[in-house]
């Protein structure tokens, strides 16, 4: 009997998460236990939205978490709930939201897991150890230390859901590039005079 390819990891794949990652079927709940058993922090955010739900995360993404039971406890209240990763743990994110500059990051990290965002592209790398800079790259922010980014299944405000182009179980984090090392060096260095500002705790 053939396999639908939307549920290919759906408890059929060897070792940990076996979770259908490019399903759009799958159930929150489901994808937040699974990025948790990666070693992912997950907060919770409203539904359709990026605002963390703070009644339950105070602090935003300084209250994310691996933890299983308070994971099914969220969800379990919240089913609809957008799912959302704390960054600069795990791995940072770059943050493509300008289409014209979307071949060039997709040139650049060809390999790392890759997400298709409600209105662009969401490139996981490993971590940089910095906070989470705007503009730091041309079309790009860097969400790290502090920031969140919205992870699939969930909804975009345009009813668009974010979706795995290269999910993480087949996609190795990429090392991070020497343009972005540099660019946070100039900007910590105080040498740019103009591209954003640091980063607050919030989502992309």
Known sequence: MGMDPN?????????PPT???TSWRVDPLVAALAYAELGWPVLPCKPRGKEPIGQIVHHGALDARRDPEWIKWVWTRCPEANVAL??????????????????????????????????????YI??????????????????????YVIAPPSLHESGSRY????????????????????????????????????GRAEGA
């Open 7 to 15: 549920v290919h990891f759906l408890g059929c794949a060897p070792g």
């Open 19 to 21: 979770l259908p990652w």
């Open 86 to 123: 704390a960054t600069g743990h795990a791995f940072d994110v770059v943050d493509v939201d300008d289409q014209r500059f979307e071949g060039l990051y997709l040139a650049l990290l060809s390999t790392t897991p890759l997400v298709r965002t409600g209105r662009g592209l969401h490139f």
């Open 126 to 147: 490993e971590a940089t150890g910095a906070s989470s800079r705007t503009r730091l790259l041309p079309g790009a922010d860097l969400k790290g230390h502090g920031g």
């Open 163 to 198: 979706s795995w182009v290269r999910p993480p179980t087949s996609a190795q984090l990429a090392p991070v590039p020497a343009s972005i090392r540099k660019a946070l060096e100039r900007r910590l260095a105080g040498l740019t005079d103009r591209g954003g500002v640091v």
